[in-house]
């Protein structure tokens, strides 16, 4: 059967028409893929001059912890108020900055320091101990004994299982089976592996800080009281109140109060029963954590890392670096 002459050219403007639509929609396609590789590239190149932004503010907020010749280290210093620096960073990089932050790692708990060979180093299990069953964290006795039976187990160099901790058969029984370390930590984070800790509990709830804003994996184990976060400065004694705690801090914020000597706080008036150990307190630090954010609109690159200032307070060591 042959088509008429109609028929023909009605075919013929179908064809067309289909061939006009996978053109155009080709076409949007393309058009579609090539804003979005452009898109891609400036997004890219703006977070590469971010993380420079970044990169600016943390060697800044090095050369303020090296600037600083105080004998002691407090929350009154320049490098722990950097929110004057922050501001001016504006003026720097045209439309971008950087948010700067500085802390003394030396106001964390060394929580490496709990294990001394074998055993554990009394002074830093008592100190863990009232963290964690006080007012911020508020586990049962039993409960913070477990865990901390198990971080020991964690980091001391035997396979001896402490009391309610854990060893290697612990954890080689588990759905997705691993070894205990059996060595210091080497980042915070890795205690999300050891038994009985949850990320409640490390990260924080409700009105609870966390454990990675009061430990850390470096120094030596000593406090410094001028810098400490209040739930470590609870900590300190058993005597320790809230009441105290805020007395305290409200002492050491005062730039006419002198925070040179450790037993300060035995100079404010009803705190002569407080008893911390000597051994315990410090009031210079040596590591410091710093962040820097660069920022551009709702674009940001995060930059943390720890350093560690040199006793001739000329160097510094860079400990720990991470980009986010």
């Keep these: 059967m042959r088509l008429g002459g109609s028929n023909r050219r009605g075919v013929a403007l179908i064809l067309v028409l289909l061939m006009i639509s996978i053109i155009i929609a080709v076409t949007l396609q393309l058009n579609r ?6 898109y891609e590239a400036v997004n890219l190149g703006d977070g590469i001059r ?9 060697y800044v907020g090095e050369a303020l912890i090296l600037a600083d010749k105080n004998a002691s280290d407090t929350l009154m210093d320049l490098w722990a108020n950097t929110e004057m620096i922050s501001l001016k960073s504006e003026g720097f990089f045209g439309n971008a900055s950087f948010k700067l932050m500085i ?4 106001g964390r708990i060394s929580i490496n320091s709990l294990s001394i060979g074998s055993g554990y180093n009394p002074l830093i299990r ?25 971080i020991k187990d964690w980091i001391d160099a035997d396979d001896e299982v402490t009391g309610a901790g854990a060893e290697g058969t ?42 990675a804003q009061c430990l850390t994996v470096f120094g030596d184990g000593r406090i410094n009281i001028n810098t400490a976060s209040k739930p470590v400065l609870r900590a300190l004694a ?7 705690v805020d007395r305290l801090d409200k002492y050491r914020r005062d730039q006419r109060n002198d925070l040179s000597d450790p037993g300060w706080y035995q100079k404010l008036p009803r705190s002569s ?24 609109g709702r674009m940001a690159e995060r930059i943390t ?13 860079l400990l720990s670096w991470k980009v986010e």
């Excluded at 893929?33 to 452009?38: A, F, G, H, P, W």
């Excluded at 802390?103 to 030396?106: A, I, L, N």
């Excluded at 029963?273 to 660069?294: E, Q, S, Y």
């Excluded at 890392?305 to 060591?317: M, P, S, T, Y």
């Design 238 to 244: 058993a005597e320790m109140t809230d009441d105290e």
């Design 103 to 106: 802390e003394d790692d030396g």
């Design 50 to 58: 971010l993380r420079y932004v970044a990169e600016s503010g943390f």
């Design 170 to 211: 612990f954890y080689a029984r588990l759905e997705k089976p691993y070894t205990a370390k059996n060595a210091p930590l080497d980042c915070i984070e890795e205690l999300l592996m050891v038994k009985g800790m949850t990320r409640d509990l490390f990260y924080g709830a409700g009105e609870s800080p966390g454990l």
């Design 126 to 150: 008592d100190l863990l101990l009232r963290l964690l069953t006080g007012p911020y964290f508020r586990l049962e006795q039993a409960k913070a004994a477990e865990l901390l039976d198990a």
């Design 305 to 317: 890392g720890v350093v560690k200032r040199e006793a001739n307070r000329r160097n510094i060591k």
């Design 273 to 296: 029963g407080i008893n911390i150990p000597a051994g315990l307190i410090v009031v210079r630090g040596d590591t410091f954590r710093i962040t820097a954010v660069g920022l551009q």
């Design 33 to 38: 893929d090539t804003r979005s590789e452009v």
